[in-house]
DNA sequence: CCGACTTGTGCAAACGCTTCCAGTCGGAAC
DNA sequence: GTTCCGACTGGAAGCGTTTGCACAAGTCGG
């Protein structure tokens, strides 16, 4: 009903001054809650930009300013729960905060100047970027740092930059411990790398947490009860199947994540093993699914890493806020039906 | 090692011009391969940039263009598996072609005026935009197309825009008449409304496929066997319950999709039955962990959806293509465990 | 050998904002 | 009654591209 708003030119600016009967600078200053306009002044231009159904050009107001209101967000895959999880978290903050988000994927390496080199999707035109699971390292970030647009990691600690991620160790540590308690002493650890090009401390992390814990009640660890599990479905089923078909077997399994349990536990309907009766499993995650499977896991916030991460951005851009420190966020053992007692067989 | 690259400003075109000894025009159309440009010229101008490092600034370019080079995709949500799956297909093809990616949620109506009036995130943002799972239906989609960025829709068939999606009726018949081939005749539907201010027509044509199945074989419907799962895996689980716990049972189930089918297992789990021995149970989507627990099921070919829709999006936004079609997408009945033929019980 | 094109290039005007600088004006301080 | 100051406002210079137009130098059929 309201016509007009079809194909036919958006009101500028100038438009808006016209109707307002002000200057264009007074406009803009206006409009963005400056100070230094009279209350009357700014009433009569916000009434003008409201029948005119103005709105500033982002572009021409990005190139005059300098600022390009976006924050970007690259990722190794953004097909994984976890992944979109976080971004759901990004996007949910960033709509409060008037930024676009900018997607990106880099499956590669987080080299800096991949990201913000001559053919780097990003450079000029994020005003900062959230790195999510790209494990820089510290000299990456050291690189990083340098660049001019402020950087947020996720899923890493650091001490360069502004990071934030999961005690993995202690989290690994949690679930080993658990399957301990519960009497099993012979425990498979299936991890892996995260993405080929990337040396994550993930699993590194996880697997110390693992060892660690065995440690703590002198189970003596065993090679062939570690193996690469990739982080997918399939991945976890292959390595489950050669742990499971070894001769030696574990009686109890932990994933570094739960994906990877699933995998895990179709190995275990293939070889028809009851899940906690012949072998305990527990995970890493708290995937959706989980819950529907019994699964045993350790929980982790992912939701909220995407919104805090965003808000440490949004707090840096805006000046206040550190621009680097380590914010741990919490995890939770959460035991369902998959782990049980050792069975005394 | 190049140095240069830190915090300091960026070479422009006139840096780049100087240092060719051209215009800046020359370098403009030299650098985007326009006709009219001497070989040796833009020769020269392509070392020149590329020694200085340059990349245009895409707020300036899109200002002095009127082209954003942005397409936008909007999804009433971002966490499920199948939203991202379609982004990462579409974030695909859209690398090569070097277009941004803007994405928003809009949990609510998918009103045109809300999306590109006053207030809308993506007007006069984006060249074009994807709308995954938005359900805009045909009114919704003649106001679209008076908007000037054109519009792909996925997930819908219809006549005014570029549509994209699978054919949900047939794929709810496959699914139901193969239960009917296994000997089932009690069968269960567990569908539901997608979001809760879309009507979509999804759950409508899966329903019209279970009903023309049933009807291939002068099977009666029955009320108490059609509950609304919400599409969630807790829907799921409560419908199931539901219908389960009832006076009369049904002894095989059709979900229209594959997260509520996993929440029917774990009703199943809860109530000691058995898949597919006391209970046979089918899905759609193909989920990535539906393998893994043996899920029959519906496969759709999401990513390549994602990737088809981008692909449409570039070809309309370079001049040829249709600007209005409809784009079916093949599906496939997967058979894994969780069907079997019904128990002479 | 001459207009009519074609090709290659430069000039300069947008594009729609932001923001520095300067100016007006009323009132407080002297 | 000056002078000064602060609150408002406007003018205009960018921001870094793209692109219409003009122009110089060939190219070519007639």
């Not at 009851?274 to 072998?279: K, Q, T």
Request: proline share 4%; with cysteine; hydrophobic share 45%.
């Amino acid at each position: 009903m309201a016509g007009r708003d079809s194909a036919a030119t958006h009101a500028s600016i100038v438009d808006v001054a016209a109707r307002a009967g002000v200057s264009v600078a007074t406009v803009s200053r206006a409009l963005r809650d400056y100070p230094h306009v009279a209350d009357a002044t700014r009433a009569r231009v916000h009434d003008a930009a409201r029948d005119l159904h103005y709105v500033a050009d982002a572009n021409a107001s990005r190139l005059a300013s300098g600022r390009s209101n976006t924050i970007g967000l690259l990722a190794p895959i953004l097909t994984s729960w976890y992944t979109s999880e976080v971004i759901a978290g990004v996007e949910e903050m960033l709509q409060d905060a008037e930024l676009d988000l900018l997607i990106s994927t880099r499956p590669g390496s987080p080299d800096a100047r991949r990201v913000f080199g001559p053919d780097g999707a990003f450079r000029q035109r994020v005003d900062g970027m959230l790195l999510v699971d790209m494990f820089v390292g510290e000299a990456g970030a050291t690189e990083l740092a340098k660049v001019a647009a402020p950087a947020v990691v996720l899923g890493e600690s650091l001490q360069t930059l502004t990071s934030l991620s999961i005690d993995n160790r202690l989290g690994a540590e949690l679930a080993t411990r658990h399957l301990l308690e519960l009497g099993h002493r012979r425990i498979g650890l299936i991890g892996g790398v995260i993405t080929p090009a990337s040396q994550s401390s993930v699993p590194d992390d996880r697997t110390a947490g693992y060892l660690a814990a065995l440690a703590g009640q002198r189970v003596r660890r065993e090679r062939s009860l570690q193996v690469d599990g990739l982080f997918t479905i399939e991945g976890g089923r292959r390595a489950s199947r050669q742990m499971l078909l070894g001769p030696n077997p574990p009686s109890a399994i932990f994933c570094m994540s739960d994906e990877m349990a699933f995998g895990v536990m179709q190995t275990a309907r293939e070889l028809g093993l009851s899940v906690p009766g012949d072998l305990s499993l527990i995970g890493f995650d708290d995937h959706p699914a989980s819950e529907a499977f019994g699964l045993s896991t350790i929980q982790q916030p992912v939701r909220e890493m995407g919104r805090m991460g965003a808000r440490l951005m949004i707090d840096i851009l805006a000046g206040h806020g550190t621009s680097c420190a380590h914010h741990p966020l919490g995890i939770a053992l959460v035991s369902r039906a998959s782990t049980a007692a050792v069975s005394s067989t």
